[in-house]
């Protein structure tokens, strides 16, 4: 199974009129087109020149997908790309075969081929679609869009955002830097950009109002950076993480962390005055910086609105028993300035200096990729409870396909319902789910550069 996700050398595209591909009609399938192909988008501001992205229907991020709980989602991919593609569906408890995954549930959709995603969304909340092929180039190149799951009720809000925060490593014409695969950038903390943006703006400012209530739907599209972001002129609380409702709102204090693929739902009211400064801030290394504003004029209403309630709890419970749990142990090693001897690649143990010829940094267990058994094997309806060590030096964002889970925190209670978890470099972590969809999962690393130096692997659910 090793050789999956491999990167291509090919960074020279035809151009997106150089392939004739046949047209589905909405009416006639009942499936929306989506179409990775290369697009033009003004990232950087004017009078910089435009940036030729890749994007699902030629822009970035993509269209958004928004049904409600318990609808379909039909959605036909025609790979208008010059190299292979798939998507998958970050975060939704989705049948095996529809999850995207190019060697495990799928074969890759060569340039010109179609594949059918046919789904039901079973769970509201805020998600979101990718491509799960040749990711950190695919990905960072604006492979992406919003997937949102609506509650059957409407919340009692004024109107809601979907903030999508990425980072692009740009030059000053405007390309996107083409060495995706440096081994710096894979054996230490991914591919950073020089330039971030929310919906591949630069600092956009919304319109509100003093007492406005919004709901903003957070989701971090980058390869590896991770964001601490905070409020100023918002009073908000945390309502769900990675698309699950919290039982109990969270106010927002100083700032929280959103890493790679992580979403975070906010319900925010406006205290800030008309003209006064609201923001969602971005507590960077050096100092905060706005990373989306909002322009107040006026107020939707006299007084604020007391505390949000909690958001109507999905139908997956979360309640773990870990009193039958099967128990299961990850260790994850390597990366500059990390413990990393050797390790397993392609059946062979190689040392550190070995692999670092190979441009594979990383492992899990000691197995650097994808194996034939997996990490993990049980039935349906068994709980899983994971050690997590990170022996390296770097921060993860380990992302678990197809069902949720929960961290056991240090107290011994349990986390929120997450499907991407942030692990702090040489920090121990523990998670435990209830294995309850059926199939082959994948489990690695969303920071994609370590994903592809090998941090993955899969978990098996058996029927
Ligand atoms: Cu967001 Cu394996 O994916
Ligand atoms: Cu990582």
Redesign the pocket.
């Known amino acids: 199974m090793t050789g999956l996700f491999k990167p291509t050398r090919r960074s020279v595209l035809l151009g997106a009129g150089a392939m004739a591909l046949p047209r589905f009609g909405l009416a006639q399938s009942g499936f929306e087109v989506l179409e990775p192909k290369v697009g033009m988008a003004q990232v950087l501001p004017e009078p910089y020149p435009q940036t030729e992205i890749w994007g699902f229907n030629g822009i970035s991020p993509g269209p958004q997908i928004r049904v409600k709980q318990g609808q379909r989602v039909q959605r036909r991919l025609v790979n208008s790309l010059a190299e292979p593609a798939a998507v ?1 569906w ?1 975060g939704i408890r989705n049948d095996n075969a529809m999850d995207g ?1 190019p060697g495990l549930t799928q074969e890759a959709v060569a340039p010109g081929a179609t594949f059918d995603y046919d789904f039901i969304a079973p769970d509201a909340g805020t998600y979101w679609y ?1 491509t ?1 092929y040749n990711t950190t180039e695919q990905m960072d190149r604006g492979l992406y869009g919003a997937l949102i799951v609506q509650e059957a009720d409407a919340l009692d809000i004024d109107r809601e955002e979907v903030l999508i925060i990425d980072d692009w490593l740009l030059r000053q014409t405007g390309e996107i830097d083409p060495e995706f695969q440096t081994p710096m950038n894979r054996s230490h903390a991914g591919r950073m950009g020089n330039f971030v943006t929310t919906n591949s703006l630069f600092q956009p400012v919304l319109p509100a109002k003093t007492n406005e209530r919004m709901r903003l739907r957070l989701i971090n599209a980058s390869n590896a950076r991770i964001f601490p972001l905070g409020l100023q002129g918002l009073a908000g609380w945390i309502v769900a993480y990675d698309g699950m409702p919290v039982a109990t709102p969270e106010r927002v204090g100083d700032f929280f962390l959103l890493a790679p ?1 992580q979403r975070v739902d906010l319900i925010v009211d406006v205290t800030a005055k008309p003209g006064e400064l609201a923001a969602i801030m971005w507590a960077t290394e050096q100092e905060p910086q706005i990373q989306v504003g909002f322009d107040v004029t006026g107020a939707a209403s006299r007084t604020a609105r007391p505390a949000p309630r909690a958001l109507p709890a999905n139908d997956e419970t979360g309640i773990i028993d870990l009193g039958s749990a099967v128990q299961a142990r990850l260790v994850l090693a390597g990366g500059a300035m990390g413990t990393l001897q050797e390790a397993e690649l392609d059946g062979e143990v190689k040392t550190f200096r070995q692999l670092a010829q190979a441009n594979q940094f990383w492992a899990l267990n000691g197995v650097v990729g994808m194996t034939d058994k997996p990490l993990v094997d049980v039935g349906l309806g068994e709980t899983v409870r994971m050690k997590i060590e990170n022996e390296s030096s770097f921060p993860h964002a380990m ?1 678990l ?1 197809g069902q949720h889970f929960r961290a056991i925190l240090p107290d011994g209670s349990f986390g929120p319902m997450r499907d991407t978890l942030y692990i702090g470099g040489l920090e121990n972590a523990e998670i435990a789910f209830v294995a309850s969809n059926p199939g082959k999962w ?1 489990y ?1 690393c ?1 920071m994609l550069s370590h994903q592809d130096a090998g941090m993955k692997t899969w978990m098996n659910v058996r029927a």
Do not use: G, S, Y
Request: hydrophobic share 25%.
């Open positions: 998958h970050h995954v990718h799960h693929a992302h396909h994948l690695h969303h």
